[in-house]
Each structure stands twice: as structure tokens, then as C-alpha cells.
């Protein structure tokens, strides 16, 4: 299972960090750099994403998806976005996974300020924290400096930014760029537009738009091709379906409740 599954419980010494920054002062910088300014109309405080995830024929793991608060980092407004999965009890005798990332994202440039992630993975554990500085193209961890393209995003901040963008005019194979923070590397992805598709679900059919984001291939994923995203055709644009292939069999992953939508559910089909 993938460290898209994301995790449970920070560890203490991550936790310390992550609350000394955020005691520092939230003075405004001095630097005049302006953040670019994007719209927001996908999401908001309180909206909460559950996910049901099978491996093959089997019942396997809970995802979790929320907006969790919104605080001020620096004299920026920002969103508290958090992403958590764990296998199920029943499962956790073949594969235990207890992941979490966290990413706080400016709520104007709708890129992410800081970064924290903790991954359980049967005996693979990894944890990281990662502090943004988009004006000078540059992100600090617990290893030092990394320089990066201006906007760079994380695994979690990448979900919501994504759903921000506009696909009325998109066309079939259209790409639409990417960069993306993981394990101590910036890899320039994508995602490719590939059309619509109603999906019948555990909440109803919803009208989707499908789309194809290119992986890191590493020890998960076998190809950069290997996974297919439906996310709702309204302005919410919430993820409804995953469906990849892994190193050993297949996961696919499904919406099973929401609240909190910023828009009216428009791509709901009642049942």
C-alpha cells in the first residue's frame, strides 16, 4: 500500500517542531514578494472526504480526506489540510499501513507553507517536515535546503490545488504541469485530462472528469502511468475514484461519505 494511504500519529519529536514554528512570531515578512492570487471555490473549513480502499476483491483500508482549520503562518492566512489512512484491523496481519500528511497552504497563492508527514508501513517508517520559502525557490527539512520551482507542491497540498483548476475548455490528452515535493526530491509531474465518465458509486452515480496523474515510480508503483482519477464534473471537483496498479496486485479507491462541500453537489445523481 502507498504512501498515498496517509498516516496516523506524528512522532513526538516531529510534533515539538512542527509546534516550535508554529510559536514563532506571525509577524508579516519584510520581503515584498508578492504571492500570486488564485481563486478558491473548491473547498473550505469543515469539508471531510471518507474513501474506502480495496486491494483486489478485499475490504482493506479507510482513507480520510479533511480541511481541518484555517490559522495564520507568517503573517499569511492558511489552510490546515490533513490526509490519513490506515488498513483495517483484519487486514493489518498482511500489510499494516498507519500514514498521515498534513500541509498548510497559503489560502491566496494556494501553495503549501509548511509540511509534515509521518509513514508506518509494516517495518518501513519515514517521517518528514518541510518549511516552503516560494520567494526564494527554496524549501528547508530536517536535512537542510532544497532548491525548488517557485509553487511547489506536496503529496496533500497537490489534492487541493489540483481541484482548483479549470477543465471547461480542457481537452482529451491535454497536460496540465506539476511539481511535487516527496522524500527530499522535487519531481516534475503532471496530470492528463482524458474526458467524462458517470461513475456508479456507494453514494449514487456522479458525473466525473477523469484525469491521469503521472507517479513516481518507486517501491510501490511499477510504472508512471499506472493510476486513473475521477474526481466530481462540479466545482467541488472532489476525488471519487482511484484505481492503480501496485508492485503485487491492485488497489482501487472509493468515495463513501462527505460533508462539509463548499458547493452544492451538482454531479450527484441520487440513487
Given at each position: 500500500?502507498?504512501?498515498?494511504?496517509?498516516?496516523?500519529?506524528?512522532?513526538?519529536?516531529l510534533a515539538a517542531l512542527i509546534q516550535s514554528f508554529s510559536t514563532q512570531p506571525q509577524s508579516a515578512p519584510n520581503d515584498p514578494?508578492?504571492?500570486?492570487?488564485?481563486?478558491?471555490?473548491?473547498?473550505?473549513?469543515?469539508?471531510?472526504?471518507?474513501?474506502?480502499?480495496?486491494?483486489?476483491?478485499?475490504?482493506?483500508?479507510?482513507?480520510?480526506?479533511?480541511?481541518?482549520?484555517?490559522?495564520?503562518?507568517?503573517?499569511?492566512?492558511?489552510?490546515?489540510?490533513?490526509?490519513?489512512?490506515?488498513?483495517?484491523?483484519?487486514?493489518?496481519?498482511?500489510?499494516?499501513?498507519?500514514?498521515?500528511?498534513?500541509?498548510?497552504?497559503?489560502?491566496?497563492?494556494?501553495?503549501?507553507?509548511?509540511?509534515?508527514?509521518?509513514?508506518?508501513?509494516?517495518?518501513?517508517?519515514?517521517?518528514?517536515?518541510?518549511?516552503?520559502?516560494?520567494?526564494?525557490?527554496?524549501?528547508?527539512n530536517t536535512d537542510g535546503e532544497i532548491a525548488m520551482p517557485m509553487y511547489t507542491q506536496d503529496i496533500a497540498s497537490a489534492l487541493?490545488?489540483?481541484?482548483?483548476?479549470?477543465?471547461?475548455?480542457?481537452?482529451?490528452?491535454?497536460?496540465?504541469?506539476?511539481?511535487?515535493?516527496?522524500?527530499?526530491?522535487?519531481?516534475?509531474?503532471?496530470?492528463?485530462?482524458?474526458?467524462?465518465?458517470?461513475?456508479?458509486?456507494?453514494?449514487?452515480?456522479?458525473?466525473?472528469?477523469?484525469?491521469?496523474?503521472?507517479?513516481?515510480?518507486?517501491?510501490?508503483?511499477?510504472?508512471?502511468?499506472?493510476?486513473?482519477?475521477?474526481?466530481?464534473?462540479?466545482?467541488?471537483?472532489?476525488?471519487?475514484?482511484?484505481?492503480?496498479?501496485?508492485?503485487?496486485?491492485?488497489?482501487?479507491?472509493?468515495?463513501?461519505?462527505?460533508?462539509?462541500?463548499?458547493?452544492?453537489?451538482?454531479?450527484?445523481?441520487?440513487?
Open positions: 500500500m502507498k504512501r498515498s494511504f496517509v498516516i496516523v500519529s506524528l512522532a513526538a519529536g514578494f508578492n504571492y500570486r492570487k488564485l481563486n478558491n471555490q473548491a473547498f473550505k473549513v469543515g469539508e471531510k472526504l471518507k474513501f474506502r480502499v480495496h486491494y483486489g476483491l478485499i475490504n482493506a483500508a479507510n482513507i480520510t480526506m479533511s480541511v481541518d482549520q484555517a490559522t495564520t503562518i507568517n503573517g499569511r492566512d492558511a489552510l490546515a489540510v490533513r490526509c490519513e489512512g490506515e488498513t483495517l484491523k483484519s487486514f493489518d496481519w498482511a500489510y499494516k499501513v498507519r500514514d498521515k500528511f498534513q500541509s498548510w497552504i497559503d489560502a491566496e497563492a494556494l501553495a503549501p507553507i509548511r509540511y509534515a508527514k509521518t509513514v508506518r508501513e509494516n517495518k518501513y517508517y519515514d517521517e518528514d517536515l518541510a518549511i516552503y520559502m516560494h520567494d526564494k525557490k527554496k524549501l528547508r487541493y490545488y489540483a481541484r482548483n483548476l479549470n477543465f471547461e475548455s480542457a481537452k482529451t490528452n491535454q497536460v496540465f504541469p506539476l511539481d511535487v515535493y516527496l522524500d527530499n526530491k522535487i519531481y516534475n509531474l503532471n496530470f492528463t485530462y482524458l474526458g467524462k465518465e458517470t461513475l456508479s458509486t456507494d453514494i449514487g452515480k456522479v458525473k466525473c472528469i477523469k484525469l491521469r496523474p503521472k507517479l513516481v515510480v518507486d517501491r510501490v508503483f511499477k510504472s508512471s502511468n499506472d493510476m486513473t482519477v475521477w474526481v466530481s464534473d462540479d466545482a467541488n471537483h472532489i476525488p471519487v475514484r482511484v484505481q492503480t496498479a501496485i508492485q503485487v496486485g491492485s488497489l482501487k479507491v472509493d468515495i463513501t461519505s462527505y460533508e462539509g462541500l463548499r458547493n452544492g453537489f451538482t454531479s450527484l445523481i441520487k440513487k
